[in-house]
């Protein structure tokens, strides 16, 4: 039978010094398989990952994992955790293959002949086996990253966090990237952060959206974006916007393409001449959520 586990974190708060409230409650629950988490700069995303790998401790509210509070035994979720932070840093001098047995041993996997299967079967997985001699120091952004799920995956954790890793990575090595996280999800929980709108879609079961701290909404992306089906409305212009939003009428992005502009607009009945209907995309959804009063412009 296979494996399922359980995070619930429950009503987490923290503010910071200086007052920033960098988590406002926050409530949600995850069963394996891919849990996105989208939200702007400094929604808190990080700080939300750190509490919950135990890095850290909130001002108020709970972490359970597999039904055992994990800030209250933060060893119990060491030993179930792979965390991939937004930013890393690594040793300049020692080899792959070096890095790796280094932080194998700090995850307690201290019989020789494991360790070194481990580190093997995770090096060939992430397609950096024939690189195990070189210096993680000298690797491309999409290499590293790479690494990083490997080292993560020491240990065969239950829970694999990883904050923002696709930022930065060229189209061919963030797929390549999505295609490794997307097999992980099978048997683990895997908390997914990232600005990327694109990431989210096809490869997550469950995302959910933070704002300011709290969780704005959350549920399976293709059922997100089915709520706002027939509510989207497309207008291309020149570059200045040349019409005025109605009440209950919301502007989700003005963007610019090869010279026009193209916006997209929330409402649920036709806002007016050169409006058209568009599928709503999960963009649509993320801006659409982030709107507390209607934009006269
Ligand atoms: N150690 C800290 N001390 C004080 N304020 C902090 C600290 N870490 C984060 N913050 C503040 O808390 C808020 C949330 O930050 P956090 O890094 O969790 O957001 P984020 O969603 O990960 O952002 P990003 O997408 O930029 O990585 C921000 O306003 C940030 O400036
Ligand atoms: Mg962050």
Known sequence: MQNTNHLQVGKLSKTYRRGVKALNGLSFEAHNGIFGLLGPNGAGKSTLMRTIAGLQEPDEGQVHFNGVDILAEPQFIRNQLGYLPQDFGVYPGMST?????????????????????????LLQHTNLWEYRKKAVSTFSGGMRQRFGVAQALLGNPQLVIVDEPTAGLDPEERNRFLDLLSELGEEKIVILSTHIVEDVRDLCQQVAIIHKGSLVEQGEPDILIERIKG?????IMEKQLDFELGPDQYLLSSRLFAGKRRVHVLADRWPGEAFESVEPSLEDVYFSTFQEVPIHS
């Open 97 to 121: 293959w070096q890095l790796m047995e280094h932080l194998a041993i700090l995850k307690g996997i201290h019989q020789h002949g494991e360790r070194n299967d481990q580190i093997e079967q």
């Open 231 to 235: 509510k989207v409305w497309r207008k």
